[in-house]
């Protein structure tokens, strides 16, 4: 039930599944009335589509049930939930939200397209999704692309994904922008399961001024993630992250990873997929503390078991155009594309730039960890004002622009570039390129 004014009223399904708007204005309290909170568009069967949900208010406002721009309930039928908009703004208190928020919602064969998500102060909501296809029992097939988040000076205690899917379809196009906010769990532009089947490509985030904190066992900031068992890509995808002189507090931290795209450990020995030409850029301009990453940081990180490349990925850290800027302390370490042991693929023209900052372990373009026909070469490294140092650590410890590091990889590390200015290092090695399997190792240089 829904208290608006001093009135009491149900906010029930709507009869129809399209065009359906609420509005809520001044100060509102809702409850649930039966099932629902708040339902822009219902269908059991068909779709759930162009409905607008809106919430203007002054003064604190809660929320105790879930929230659906569109939701199509019907597991056995077939339906989207395309173009729905959920806006709650809370223009001098907090809206308080106790369980999610969804923009469009599939529980069938379908689609969730173009939904968009915008908050501004607004507390405790456990999931916001822009669009999520949902797979139970048999497996479904649906699309979720073109999903806008956006939160600003809001708190949720569980994720943030533009889209997530456990169908069989792609995630691409989604986009999340979350400023001056506090976020308990993972962000994602796009999250494909491991029933799915499809890419989750040219998905974006922008976090600024936002501390994550990661669960223990969770994800960290993805633009496209992919643990799909079947096969599947994750390219083209963009993460910044900006620290800047509107965030007040001592340091700013993401305590987890942050990833372009990312491919899990998932698959099997006939899994296709990629982690190409993505792109993570770090910026701090803020000049009284550092932004800290409790994790490693990588362009395309490619775990699966299978076939796939890790190439073309590029990772700017406080990069020069940004004008003056501080520390940012990388816990782990920093990788333009990663092909893992259990690949074959090739990690090529990756780039890694990184201006005043620290990194506790390594810093390489591409690393090659396949066995097979792989390749790492034509990866370019810039360092300026780095160190890494780890309380005097040495073994793991290097800079490389390509390494492949399998004894079983037959493939080339060529043409590899590491450039270092005032930068300090501790650890093993500084190469251009390293071979620890059988093929070529020319034209590489480290300055």
């Known amino acids: 039930m829904c208290r608006i004014g001093g009135y009491l009223q149900y906010l029930q399904p709507a009869t129809e599944g399209d065009g359906n708007v609420i509005l809520l204005k001044g100060s509102a309290q809702a409850a649930t009335g039966g099932p629902w909170a708040l339902a822009g568009g219902w269908a059991y069967t068909g779709d759930a589509s162009n409905n607008q949900i809106h919430s203007d208010v002054s003064a604190t406002t809660a929320i105790s049930g879930p ?3 569109g939701y199509v309930d019907g597991p056995n039928g077939t339906g989207n939930a395309n173009n729905n908009q959920i806006e709650l703004k809370n223009s001098v208190t907090t809206t308080i939200v106790s369980s999610f928020i969804y923009g469009g919602y599939v529980n069938s064969s379908g689609n969730a397209n173009n939904n968009s998500i915008s908050l501004v102060r607004v507390e405790g909501a456990t999931q916001i999704i822009g669009g999520y296809v949902l797979a139970p029992g048999n497996l479904k097939e649906g699309n979720a692309k073109g999903n806008n988040v956006e939160l600003q000076n809001s708190s949720v205690a569980g994720f943030v994904s533009g889209a997530l899917s456990e ?3 792609d995630l691409t196009g989604n986009v999340v922008k979350i400023e001056n906010s506090l976020i308990a769990d993972y962000v994602a532009g796009a999250n494909l399961q491991m029933a799915g089947n499809g890419d989750t490509n040219d998905n974006q ?4 001024n936002t501390n994550i904190q990661g669960s223990p066992n969770g994800l960290g900031v993805t633009g496209g993630y992919n643990i799909s068992i079947a096969g599947g890509s994750a390219d083209g995808n963009v993460v910044d992250v900006i620290a800047d002189s509107e965030y007040g507090e001592a340091n700013l931290v993401i305590n987890k990873f942050i990833s372009g795209g990312l491919i899990g450990s998932v698959g099997t020995a006939d899994r296709v997929g990629n982690t190409n030409n993505n792109q993570v850029t770090l910026t701090n ?3 009284n503390g550092k932004l800290e990453i409790n994790g490693y940081v990588a362009g395309g990180a490619n775990f699966a078991t299978g076939i796939g490349d890790a190439s073309g990925n590029k990772v700017f850290i406080n990069p020069p155009q940004t004008g003056e800027n501080y520390l940012i302390d990388i816990k782990e370490y920093v990788l333009g594309g990663l092909v893992g042991t259990a690949g074959t693929g090739k990690t090529n023209k990756n780039l890694v730039s990184i201006q005043n900052s620290h990194v506790t372990q390594y810093i390489t373009g591409g690393y090659n960890q396949g066995a097979g026909q792989v390749s790492a070469s034509e990866n370019e490294v810039y360092l300026k004002g780095v160190s890494l140092y780890d309380s005097g650590v040495v073994d793991g410890r290097f800079v490389v622009g390509g390494l492949l590091s399998n004894s079983e ?3 080339d590390a060529y043409k590899n570039k590491v450039v270092l200015e005032k930068s300090k ?3 093993k090695y500084i190469a251009g390129g390293v071979s620890q399997g ?4 020319i034209l590489t240089r480290s300055v």
């Not at 985030?205 to 600024?208: A, G, S, T």
């Open 67 to 69: 929230i659906f721009g």
């Open 167 to 169: 169908a069989v379809g």
């Open 205 to 208: 985030v922008l976090i600024k």
């Open 285 to 287: 301009t803020r000049g």
């Open 409 to 411: 990889g037959t493939g």
């Open 425 to 427: 290092f501790t650890g």
């Open 438 to 441: 059988t093929g070529l190792l």
